[in-house]
């Protein structure tokens, strides 16, 4: 069983940054990939951005530029580093986390979601 607990969300002006962490833990090895994906009151769920199995990344446009997603499989941590955040970024921003698993890869893995606001 995998557990991901996210972290680092809040409240930030807008020009702010913050940096969200997603903790994997449970009998894993090692983070495979990851995404990041908000929701925002009233909308859809949407990507923001993906780090597949090769280290390649991709980025929503309305992020492309301002938000970094990495990973740190020494800590089995992944992380979205956003900067230049505007009020419409407000939303609940989950981490979506593939592992592996001793010889598996188990897909799929949701975070609790975490708060970030944008205000002034």
């Known amino acids: 069983q995998v557990q991901l607990v996210e972290s680092g969300g809040g409240l930030v002006q807008p020009g702010g940054s913050l940096r969200l962490s997603c903790v994997a833990s449970?009998?894993?090895?090692?983070?495979?990939?990851m995404s990041w994906y908000r929701q925002a009151p009233g909308k859809q769920r949407e990507l923001v951005a993906a780090?597949?199995?090769?280290?390649?990344?991709n980025y929503a446009d309305f992020v492309k530029g301002r938000f970094t997603i990495a990973t740190d499989n020494a800590k089995n941590t992944g992380y979205l580093q956003m900067n230049s955040l505007k009020p419409e970024d407000t939303a609940v921003y989950y981490c979506?986390?593939?592992?592996?698993?001793?010889?598996?890869?188990?897909?799929?893995?949701w975070g609790q979601g975490i708060q970030v606001t944008v205000s002034s």
């Open positions: 780090l597949n199995s090769g280290g390649g990344t």
């Open positions: 979506v986390v593939a592992v592996r698993t001793g010889s598996a890869i188990q897909f799929n893995n």
């Open positions: 449970g009998s894993i090895f090692s983070i495979y990939a």
